[in-house]
């Protein structure tokens, strides 16, 4: 196509336009297309692109890429060939990506709002993946909150802070807490549910699971969380309480 005996083809693409594009999108292709644009650009340019999007043809196809490239210039010629193909598996390919992009980052700050809210009151914090039965480790000395490396097994690595950092006399009564198969049931119709225990120094802490209310948990990871009790909780209390009644009442 020669830029400069332009008539025949200004009035092509300006039909184009009318039948197979949709309002919104002639104006802006007619401007591209124009033979004015294209020489104006491959003046300067070998090669230029333009996508858009058209009434879907016969094929069902409708975003399309033209392509110009210059092959030829002097003082009265300007030859230049344009192409055009259709781009439908790469679009969808791009918009499924952009939807999943958008979901991670939804899910990145919604997790962030549920760690910050618990962070300042807790010293350990674990995001669970109930399904995979999957942990990882959340740092919590700083304002952003990143995961540390360290990941594996949610259940192995409960069971063992159970069993090295609870005191033996507590860890009966905590391991059923600490069972991941059953966190989902236990969830359901509860943000969180929490425990107090006893640690081998003496010390108490509160262990706490907790998910985003209204979220499916199949689709957002919960949270392990321990924190510092300052003093022996009171429903601790009472189970010691009965404890020694139950101890003091059997026959000896």
């Known amino acids: 196509m020669n830029l ?8 092509a693409a300006d039909q184009y336009a009318v039948q197979y594009l949709y309002g919104k999108e002639r104006q802006e292709f007619k401007e591209w297309i124009s033979t004015g644009h294209l020489k104006e ?3 300067r340019k070998e090669r230029i692109t333009y996508h858009y999007r058209s009434k879907p043809n016969p094929n069902q196809h409708e975003f399309f890429e033209a392509q110009a490239v210059k092959i030829y ?4 010629h300007f030859f230049a060939l344009v192409g055009f193909r259709h781009i439908d598996d790469i679009m969808e390919k791009e918009t499924t990506i952009q939807n999943q992009l958008k979901q991670a980052l939804d899910e990145t700050r919604l997790s962030n709002e549920i760690i910050s809210a ?3 009151s807790y010293c350990s914090i674990y995001r669970i ?6 942990f990882e480790e959340v740092s919590n000395d700083s304002e952003i909150h990143k995961l540390t ?4 097994c949610a259940s192995e690595k409960l069971y063992q802070l159970c069993d090295t950092m609870v005191a033996p006399k507590y860890r009966p009564l905590i391991r059923p807490f600490l069972d991941v198969s059953t966190l989902s049931a236990r969830l359901k119709t509860e943000e969180c549910i929490s425990t107090e225990y006893r640690m081998c120094d003496g010390s108490w802490h509160r262990m706490l699971f907790t998910v985003k209310n209204g979220i499916s ?4 990871p919960m949270f392990y969380v321990r924190s510092v009790v300052s003093a022996i909780p009171k429903d601790v209390k009472r189970i010691l309480t009965l404890q020694r009644k139950q101890q003091s009442g059997k026959p000896k």
């Open 73 to 76: 210039q002097d003082e009265k």
């Open 41 to 43: 650009q491959l003046s």
């Open 149 to 152: 490396g360290n990941r594996g």
């Open 4 to 11: 400069k005996q332009c008539d025949n083809f200004n009035y």
């Open 217 to 220: 948990l199949e689709m957002l």
């Open 129 to 134: 993946d109930v399904q995979k039965d999957f």
């Open 118 to 120: 618990i962070a300042k």
